[in-house]
T-cell receptor
Framework: GQNIDQPTEMTATEGAIVQINCTYQ??????LFWYQQHAGEAPTFLSY??LDGLEEKGRFSSFLSRSKGYSYLLLKELQMKDSASYLC??????????WGAGTKLIIKP | IAGITQAPTSQILAAGRRMTLRCTQD?????MCWYRQDLGLGLRLIHY???????GKGEVPDGYSVSRANTDDFPLTLASAVPSQTSVYFC?????????????FGAGSRLTVL
């Protein structure tokens, strides 16, 4: 079956770095998305990886290893506004999105 | 401001009633879809449309129907609501193919079925 796994909840300190992991099992693979969702709001796009390696966008970076079925989202210089859920979603060979349940990130002062 | 508008924002509904959730986008995106989001579960696709005039079933289509008469509108109808349809519903759109491109989401419709 197809599956996306990510931790349910993580806690980090303001100003620190946190890495949110995501492992995927899909029938074929056409890329992996990360979305951010603040409580009570809509998900918003953060990043998309289809090739192996690290994509950096300011304080956020996303990494993909296709051979390991693994991705992570790296958040640097954490701010209180980064408290949110982070959703990992993989695209299978039919371009169907498979979503993880999301990782709730709690930032403490 | 370009984006997706969903209505209503929140609704409490008696079981057995019919309900239509509205979704309108002004980005001229070809593809639109509906997801439901429940605590502890990932977003689950209900129905999708890759272009006006066509629709397809997602992972959890039972009890729901959609239509895509034009590019901008994609309403979701619950013919006879049941308590298990209590959820937050998100409409989303993308330039082409709901799994192949970045999705823009509406603000969500919180539905409670009693």
């Amino acid at each position: 079956g197809q599956n996306i796994d990510q931790p349910t909840e993580m806690t980090a300190t303001e100003g620190a770095i946190v890495q949110i992991n995501c492992t995927y099992q899909t029938s074929g693979f056409n890329g992996l998305f990360w979305y951010q969702q603040h409580a009570g709001e809509a998900p918003t796009f953060l990043s998309y990886n289809v090739l192996d390696g690290l994509e950096e966008k300011g304080r956020f970076s996303s990494f993909l290893s296709r051979s390991k079925g693994y991705s992570y989202l790296l958040l640097k210089e954490l701010q209180m506004k980064d408290s949110a859920s982070y959703l990992c979603a993989g695209t299978d060979s039919n371009y169907q999105l498979i979503w993880g349940a999301g990782t709730k990130l709690i930032i403490k002062p | 401001i370009a984006g997706i508008t969903q209505a209503p924002t929140s609704q409490i509904l008696a079981a057995g009633r019919r309900m239509t959730l509205r979704c309108t986008q002004d980005m001229r995106h070809n593809a639109m879809c509906w997801y439901r989001q429940d605590l502890g579960l990932g977003l689950r696709l209900i129905h999708y449309s890759n272009t006006a005039g066509t629709t397809g079933k997602g992972e959890v289509p039972d009890g729901y129907s959609v239509s895509r008469a034009n590019t901008d509108d994609f309403p979701l109808t619950l013919a006879s609501a049941v308590p298990s349809q209590t959820s937050v519903y998100f409409c989303a759109s993308s330039d082409s193919g709901v799994g192949a491109n970045v999705l823009t989401f509406g603000a969500g419709s919180r539905l409670t079925v009693l």
